[in-house]
Structure formats: structure tokens, C-alpha cells
């Protein structure tokens, strides 16, 4: 192999993303786009942000493409009522929001709050009494925006861990079908949301997406508050002020509670793209301020005040009123920026004041409590001796003891460490136990049933949460396990990690396995990475290495270093170019011709992985050429042939390869990894995309024989090591890097580590007690 030799002079007059020109304010002589504004950065594909380039307050520059959840009219949907597809992220979606309707049932039933803050007064003691309404449930965040919440499902019961195991069930195959038609928005609410909208400005074709985001009471909402529009996707502060202008005339101005509480929502919402579930209160008031904003403090204690947003105090001594440590409870100064918040309290200890929207506080300590309450609840006296002694490898061994005595186990290593998880699951089958493996994508599904040699044992984690896959429920509503291994762990973000917590019984086991090195979740939080900080349970890392020059390569990335590798069967191979065109022919090439005729790969197994969708050798240029040469046609099937390679988005965050088959008045049909989906037609455009190459963020969980990793000299500034580590560990027998980035790949792997996330799970999880919490590593 030729080492990495960062000397290839790249060029930096592009960007690695497209971004669209700001889109003018209605009435201010402008109108919004048809299609709805701009969408969040790398919405589209499965995407919800890049956490490692985002700027913390959540305000980065917008792609051009709409993502799988918008259907915003400009992009092609029908004023018609139309069938919405079901699928598995459809039902964990529905999952997410029934938990957060029984957390704050919960939060409404508990006893009287606790009898503190007595000594304050004025604001101070209205501030006190706004936040403790939001947590109590008396006032949810959530109806500033009037989203409606389903009805609450019964909470899952325990189920008995010494139960007959269940029947190995293989996989069920989805069924491609639609779900009966969400509510129709009524005539006249339709009607009304397009009058309120035309007046101010703003194209008619956003009425049913607003009507979509506000409820039946959208017209009314509008009219009395238009920066109720903030809450329609893709619609910027801009655009939402012209409409305002529009609206009220002179009656409005920046500091309007109505305006400032609604940018609190929308920059808190805007950070959870980027991976924050809570945002420095500091980092607020500053992007405040950016939006013209005269007094950036007032208007935090407005939002506050308002339930747009919840207040938290981290570090420091507990308040006299016990507040302060748990992360709530912080007063009118804190809100405001001054005294002890600034940077520490009355004893000198660090003090951080935290923003957060309700959905996801919700959530962070809904999942603490449950993984609690596995700790504490499993049985400790389990002997899994022989198991353990006829584990096929030491780190394999350890991990069978370690989680015979434990509720709750952090597993890390590379991907030959999936064995350990594998034979885990074997043993616990071979002991009786409700045993099973999750997995984030069919490929991880595929891999790990390959690796147990039993189909039964593997499940997708989209699956098994939506009942497609795996054992399904008890009659108590819990899943029917005593032992659930999730892998790819690292991909979990906090609303779908408390979904799945909230589903394991009293008693069941949950082994969180992944590689730390690898990019995080595309949804907020930062799950596996807090549940490792906060050392609340046993960890066990490998000691298995990753094997051949690729593993020795990607395991150097993970310690900054780009080393030089032996590769004699040329299983790593740099390809130095001069600019992006260049890149794209190589690429091409590379995929076509040389990695089949060098390594007998064929096409179809080769994966082009680049740093953004946009530029000259972004995803969409590098797919159209590869379509060119690839499967040249037409398109006749809004855009696609038979025998494309597509990415289906079944929602924000999922990324499903698949092949295109047909179509037909249904709509698009795929074959995902075997299992055949059917997109409807006015899903097509936004949920579809061309899939030869893709990003290392839609190719986290999954892995092809060869991968060809395209590195442009107009996308230095996406690369982190985190990116490269991801990307280059993608390849299982061949790796090639199409390198054009000079000494910024160096650089990045030596200087530029994951961007960190601003979550509030560590401390909650350091909080609680865990009579377990002794760690373990290899």
C-alpha cells in the first residue's frame, strides 16, 4: 500500500454542501418558496444534522432538499388527502410520542410539589412557580406549537424473568401496505390557514403542512401569534417576521414575547438537529441577540415563563430548596445570566445553566430512571459459569460474567468485537433465556444472525420496536425478553433509547454494545457516550483487534494517528487526484472497472461513501455520474429506473438501501435488503434518493466487501476523525481513497475529535443511585 500521503493539492474554492441564499421575508416586497423554505443541514437521506461541524446554537446553513418528513407543497406533494406509508419508523415514531404523553401523566399524578423557593418573590417567585408547572405537567412546553398527542398507552408491566422461553421467531418480512389515512384536516380549517397565509404573504401551498405542525386551531394561532409559523418546517426567523410585518403592522417589533419565546423554540429545536438536547443559556441569549433581539435575558425568562422551554442548573452545591444539582430549579438570576450562573456558586464550584426543550428533558430522565431501574432490578446470584468457560474468546468470556451479574452492561470494540456479543446471546439462549440482538441497520441484522447462526436471534431495532420483528409483546405490554443486546449502540439517540428502555420488563437484562469511535446518532442526544462517562454500570471493552491492514488502519484513526500500513493484497489503495471532476471520474472508475477486475467485487457491492451531498463530488454529483455508467436510463419513474441503487428514508434519521424493482399506481417499489417496500408516489421525491454513494453518517451501522471513500478538496471542512474513522471502517476486504484533501485528512484525524453534544443524560445517570456502578474494562 502507498501510505496516506496528504500531499495531493486539492481544491478549496467549493463547499461540500449547496447552500441555498437566504430566502427572502414576506412583506417585505418577498415571498416564502413554494416548497417551504429551508430544511436543516443534511436533512435529506436519513440525515438530521453533522453534529461534528454544527455550530452550538443550532443555526447552521440549510441543504437545499427537503428531508423524508417534510411534504411541503413546493416539493412535489398533492393538495389531496393521501394514505401515509406504514412503516416500521412510523409505529416507533407513534411509540415516542405515547411515552412522552405517559411521562407527563406521571409527572401531573405525582404529590404536591415540594415546598421550597418560599423566600422568593416577584418575578423570581413566578419564574419558580412557571418552571415547576412545566415539570409537574400542569403546563407542557409542547402546547406552544398545540401538537396534538395521542392517547396514553398502558405502561409496560414486568414480565417474569424465569418464564419458559419464548419460540425463535425468524424475522417477520414487511408487508408493503399503507396505514388508514391520518385525520383529515376539516375544509374549512384548510381554508382558513390559506386565508391567514395569503394575508400575510405567505404562499397558500404551505397551509396544510402548517395545519399539519399547529392543529385544527392553526388560522386562529396565526393570526394572533404569525410567529406560530417558526413551527412549520423549514420556515426561517426571516420569513416568519416579514409574515408578522404583514400581519400586525406596527403593533410588532423584535422584542415581542410572542417573537422571542417562539426563536427560543426554534433555536432549541434547530440544536437538537445537531445532536444537543439543551443548549447553554448563555449560547441562547447570543444567538438571540443575532436575531435582533435588544434584551436577550428578558426574553429566556419570557420563554421560560411561557413553558417554551425548561430551565436547568447543573453543578455546584444543591440549593437550600434542594435544587440545583438535579439540573432544575434555577432562579430569575440564572435565567438572566447573572450571579452564580455565570460560572459558579457561592462555593466556588462550576455552575451551568441549560435550556432544553420539554420532549427531550422528558426523555433523558425517563430513560435515566429506567436504566435505573434495570440495574436495580435484575437478578445478581446468576450462575453462568460454563457458559462463560465455553465462550470462544477471553473478551467474550468476560462479557458472559460480567452481564450474569449485572442489569444493565456497556460493551465497546471494533467490528471483530461483534463476536462477543454474538456468543453472549448464544449462551443465554443455551440457558434458557429470551435472548436476542438489535441491530440499527438490515446489513448489522444480517451480520450479527450470520454470526449466531440463527436468524431468530436478530432483529432490527426499528423492528423490534414496532413489532415487525422479534418476539413482540407480554400481555403485560413489555417486550418478551430477558436479554436484549443492542449493537451499534452509538447510533441510539435519547427519545428512541427511552422508548426502548420503557418496553424491557423489571428484570431483563440490556447489554449496549458499540464502537465509541464511530459518528453518533442522528437524533439528539448522545446515549452510549453518556451511559460510558457517567461509569453508572459495568463496562467491558474488548481486547479483540480488528483484523488486516484495513482494521490496522482504522484502529490508528481512532487514536489520531494516520499511519502507514502494509497492505500486500492491496487492501488499501490511495488514489491521489488533483480537483473534484478528477475525483469523480476516478470514482467512477474505481467502482466500474478496478475493484471488480482487481478483487472480483462487483458493482453492486461497492459502496462510494463522500463528506456531504453537495459540491462537485458530493453524493449527488458522484450518483449521477454512476447512474451514467452504471444503470443509464431515462428515469421514467420520477427519476428512477429498474436496477437503480437507492436510499429510502422511512423517516429523519433511518437510511435504507435498497434497489428499485417497478413501479406502479402505488407508487415506487424497492427491495430493501429483501424485504420489499412500496413508496407512494407523492413520497418519492422526498423520501428517495440515489444511493451509489452516500454519506459516512447514512453508512453508520453498515458495511460492503469495498467501500471507496471520496475526499475532495472542497470538503476539508467536514472531516473529523470521528468522520474518517466511520468511512474508512466501512470496508470489509478492500478500501480505497480517492484523495484529494492534501494535509487536511492528517489533520483532521490528528486535530479534530467529535464535536461534543450538549446533553443532560451524564449527570442525571451520575445522580441516581447504582449500587452496581463498579466498572469493568479488559
Not at 465497546?412 to 440499527?440: D, K, M
Request: proline letters at 8%.
Amino acid at each position: 500500500m502507498t501510505a496516506l500521503p496528504g500531499e495531493t493539492p486539492g481544491t478549496d474554492d467549493a463547499t461540500a454542501e449547496d447552500a441555498p441564499a437566504a430566502a427572502p421575508a414576506p412583506g417585505d416586497g418577498a415571498e416564502l418558496s413554494d416548497g417551504g423554505s429551508e430544511t436543516p443541514p443534511a436533512a435529506e437521506n436519513g440525515e438530521t444534522g453533522t453534529p461534528e461541524t454544527a455550530p452550538a446554537d443550532g443555526t447552521a446553513d440549510a441543504t437545499p432538499e427537503a428531508d423524508a418528513s417534510d411534504t411541503t407543497p413546493g416539493g412535489g406533494s398533492s393538495e389531496a388527502t393521501t394514505a401515509a406509508e406504514l412503516s416500521e419508523a412510523q409505529a416507533e415514531l407513534a411509540a415516542q410520542r405515547e411515552l412522552r404523553e405517559r411521562i407527563e401523566k406521571r409527572k401531573a399524578e405525582k404529590a404536591t410539589p415540594i415546598s421550597a423557593g418560599g423566600g422568593l418573590s416577584g418575578t423570581a417567585a413566578d419564574l419558580l412557580a412557571a418552571v415547576r408547572a412545566v415539570e409537574s405537567g400542569e403546563k407542557a412546553g409542547t402546547t406552544f406549537f398545540a401538537r396534538s398527542a395521542p392517547a396514553p398507552a398502558p405502561a409496560p408491566r414486568p414480565a417474569s424473568p424465569g418464564s419458559a422461553p419464548a419460540a425463535a421467531q425468524p424475522p417477520r418480512t414487511a408487508v408493503p401496505a399503507t396505514a388508514p389515512a391520518p385525520q383529515a384536516a376539516s375544509p374549512e380549517a384548510l381554508d382558513a390557514v390559506r386565508a391567514v397565509l395569503t394575508e400575510g404573504g405567505a404562499p397558500e401551498a404551505l397551509a396544510r403542512t402548517a395545519l399539519g405542525a399547529l392543529g385544527e386551531q392553526a388560522a386562529g394561532l396565526l393570526r394572533t401569534d404569525p410567529w406560530h409559523l417558526l413551527a412549520v418546517p423549514g420556515v426561517r426567523p426571516e420569513q416568519a417576521d416579514g409574515f408578522a410585518r404583514a400581519l400586525l403592522g406596527a403593533e410588532c417589533g423584535p422584542d415581542d414575547g410572542r417573537r422571542t419565546a417562539a426563536l427560543v423554540g426554534w433555536l432549541l429545536e434547530r440544536a437538537a438537529l445537531q445532536g444537543h438536547t439543551a443548549l447553554d443559556a448563555d449560547a441562547v441569549r447570543t444567538a438571540l441577540a443575532g436575531h435582533a433581539v435588544r434584551d436577550p435575558d428578558a426574553a429566556v425568562l419570557n420563554a421560560v415563563e411561557e413553558g417554551v422551554a425548561l430551565l436547568f442548573r447543573e453543578g455546584g452545591d444543591p440549593e437550600p430548596d434542594g435544587t440545583g444539582a438535579d439540573g432544575t430549579g434555577a432562579d430569575e438570576g440564572e435565567a438572566r445570566g447573572a450571579g452564580p450562573a455565570e460560572g459558579a456558586d457561592a462555593a466556588g464550584e462550576p455552575v451551568r445553566v441549560l435550556l432544553g426543550l420539554d420532549r427531550y428533558a422528558l426523555a433523558e430522565e425517563s430513560l435515566a430512571d429506567g436504566l435505573a431501574r434495570l440495574v436495580n432490578t435484575c437478578e445478581k446470584a446468576a450462575d453462568w459459569t460454563e457458559a462463560a468457560a465455553a465462550a470462544p474468546s477471553s473478551s467474550a468470556a468476560e462479557l458472559i460474567r460480567t452481564v450474569a451479574s449485572a442489569g444493565l452492561v456497556v460493551h465497546s470494540g471494533g467490528e471483530a468485537a461483534r463476536a462477543e456479543p454474538a456468543a453472549l446471546i448464544v449462551a443465554a439462549r443455551g440457558l434458557g433465556l429470551r435472548a436476542l440482538g438489535a441491530a440499527h441497520s438490515e446489513d448489522g441484522r444480517r451480520r450479527l444472525a450470520e454470526a449466531t447462526g440463527d436468524p431468530g436471534t436478530a432483529v432490527t431495532l426499528a423492528g423490534l420496536l414496532s413489532g415487525a420483528q422479534g418476539p413482540g409483546r407480554d400481555e403485560d405490554g413489555a417486550l418478551a425478553l430477558d436479554l436484549l443486546v443492542v449493537l451499534d449502540a452509538p447510533q441510539l439517540d435519547v427519545e428512541g433509547a427511552a422508548v426502548l428502555v420503557e418496553a424491557l420488563a423489571d428484570g431483563a437484562r440490556l447489554v449496549l454494545s458499540g464502537d465509541p469511535g464511530v459518528l453518533g446518532s442522528a437524533g439528539a442526544g448522545r446515549v452510549f457516550a453518556d451511559v460510558l462517562a457517567a461509569r453508572a454500570c459495568p463496562q467491558v471493552v474488548s481486547r479483540t483487534p480488528d483484523p488486516g491492514p484495513i482494521g490496522e488502519l482504522v484502529s490508528g484513526i481512532g487514536i489520531g494517528e494516520l499511519n502507514q500500513v502494509d497492505a500486500p493484497g492491496k487492501e488499501v489503495v490511495i488514489v491521489p487526484v488533483r480537483d473534484a471532476g478528477e475525483a469523480v471520474h476516478r470514482t467512477v472508475q474505481l467502482v466500474a472497472d478496478s475493484v471488480p477486475r482487481a478483487f472480483s467485487i462487483p458493482a453492486e457491492e461497492t459502496q462510494v461513501i463522500t463528506v456531504g451531498h453537495g459540491g462537485a463530488a458530493g453524493t449527488r454529483a458522484l450518483n449521477e455520474a454512476l447512474k451514467q455508467r452504471l444503470n443509464p436510463g431515462p428515469g421514467r419513474f420520477g427519476g428512477f429506473d429498474p436496477g437503480d441503487r437507492v436510499v429510502h428514508v422511512p423517516a429523519p434519521g433511518r437510511a435504507v438501501p435498497g434497489v428499485v424493482r417497478s413501479a406502479d399506481a402505488e407508487g415506487l417499489r424497492l427491495d430493501c435488503g429483501g424485504v420489499p417496500v412500496v413508496v407512494p408516489q407523492e413520497r418519492v421525491e422526498s423520501s428517495v434518493r440515489h444511493g451509489w454513494a452516500l454519506s459516512a453518517h447514512q453508512a453508520a451501522g453498515m458495511r460492503w466487501p469495498a467501500v471507496v471513500v471520496v475526499l475532495p478538496g472542497d470538503a476539508v471542512q467536514g472531516l473529523s476523525r470521528p468522520w474518517v474513522y466511520t468511512a474508512f471502517g466501512r470496508g470489509e476486504r478492500h478500501l480505497s481513497v480517492v484523495h484529494g484533501a492534501d494535509r487536511a485528512l492528517p489533520h483532521a484525524v490528528a486535530e479534530i475529535p467529535a464535536q461534543e453534544r450538549t446533553t443532560r443524560l451524564r449527570p442525571l445517570l451520575e445522580a441516581l443511585p447504582t449500587p452496581d456502578a463498579a466498572s469493568l474494562s479488559g
